[in-house]
């Protein structure tokens, strides 16, 4: 979804819109974003709460903390440095017409502080913001997550009722997110969602529950989704109603795809193997390449979804032979947190 998602964000400027670079209106990839963005990066941050309580079982807290600073604050320094200034360079270049050349943009990266976007030219975090916060949540909630991984004895989360457990995520997401917004981000939120997959993804039997009712969680997943876009179209203006309904769709997509995913994705093969260890720098690199790529192919002559499609290709393949190269070099595996691994194992994200 990462291709796709920020490839549509080419053609679209209207409302909450905007990007490196703009290809021209094409509306109908609107609902990429309406359908996707309010739960995904909620799933992220559940996925890695949850994959916080496996590493704690094995790990102690100080070589969590230790692994927390290799595989995730050096790889957001290295990158806030080392690549996310190619994202800031090419909208300054693209919509402002700089000439300065990419080494001297650097001063105007990091003293041209406006909306953290860097779609202005401006200083961002880019797409690493989602690492720094990860890397704040695993530290500081590591004495909570340290000691109830540790325990033996733990509360009987699958005793709580479905309908409660969506109506409980729903209002403590929906009251969470009034506060504490840093560039647009409720940090607040999403502590709550990586909290929430440390105790609930982990627990066997709440995952059973999630199983059984995987139908309805889906379904409400996918009316929600199919929901939001026929309201956009009716033209609600309402903030309130926008705000509400973005919540709903967040925690019943957190549950959907979790449930969904225990379902159905329980297994290994091939392509597991490989994309797993891959992910996170995939998703270190794939957007500062779309961006770059997206600067050159917005600007053929052809019909925009050709456009679109080219850019999605492109900037796949183009990052995947990016991280062939980094995990065969050591200060590319350091800088990237790409994590050595035998030859037996699968790393999870």
């Known amino acids: 979804m990462l291709f796709p998602f920020h ?3 080419c053609f679209l400027s209207g409302g909450y ?18 359908a996707v963005y309010p739960w995904w990066m909620s799933l992220m941050f559940a996925l890695a709460g949850a994959s916080a ?12 903390a230790k692994e927390r600073v290799l595989r995730l604050l050096i790889p957001f320094v290295s990158g806030l440095l080392l690549w996310i200034p190619i994202q800031s360079f090419t909208a300054d270049v693209f919509y402002n017409g700089y000439q300065g050349g990419f080494l001297r943009h650097y001063s105007v990266f990091f003293t041209k502080w406006t909306d953290l ?20 949540f695993s530290l500081v909630f590591l004495p909570l997550n340290a000691w109830y991984a540790k325990r033996d004895k733990k509360p009987e989360l699958s005793k709580i009722p479905v309908a409660v457990m969506i109506a409980g995520g729903f209002v403590l997401l929906s009251a969470c997110g009034l506060v504490a917004n840093v560039g647009g981000k409720g940090v607040l939120e999403f502590a ?41 179209n009716v033209g609600i203006e ?40 891959a992910c ?28 679109f499609l080219l850019i999605i290709f492109v900037s796949f393949a183009v990052t995947l032979g990016l991280y062939e190269v980094c995990k065969r070099a050591a200060p590319l595996r350091f800088i990237t947190g790409i994590k050595k691994r035998k030859s037996s194992e699968v790393i999870s994200p």
Request: proline content about 2%; some cysteine; glycine content about 8%.
């Open 17 to 34: 819109y905007g990007y490196y670079v703009y290809g021209g209106e094409m509306p109908a990839l609107q609902y990429i974003d309406l």
């Open 117 to 136: 976007t860097g779609y202005d030219g401006g200083f961002t975090p880019g797409h690493l913001w989602f690492i720094l916060f990860l890397f704040v």
């Open 192 to 232: 709550v969602c990586f909290l929430l997959g440390f105790f609930l993804f982990t627990d066997d039997d709440v995952i059973e529950k999630l199983k059984r009712n995987w139908i309805l969680l889906c379904g409400l997943w996918l009316v929600m989704m199919i929901f939001r876009c026929v309201m956009r």
């Open 7 to 9: 490839a549509a964000m």
């Open 280 to 307: 996170f720098p995939i998703y270190w690199l794939h957007q500062t390449v779309l961006a770059a790529a997206a600067f050159f192919i917005v600007k053929i002559d052809c019909a925009g979804f050709i456009r």
């Open 53 to 64: 309580y496996f590493a704690l079982k094995k790990r102690t807290a100080a070589e969590y």
């Open 238 to 277: 309402s903030e309130a109603f926008w705000y509400l309904d973005f919540r709903a769709l967040e925690w019943t997509g957190v549950l959907g795809a979790a449930a969904v995913g225990a379902k159905f994705l329980d297994f290994k093969n091939g392509f597991t193997d490989y994309f797993s260890p």
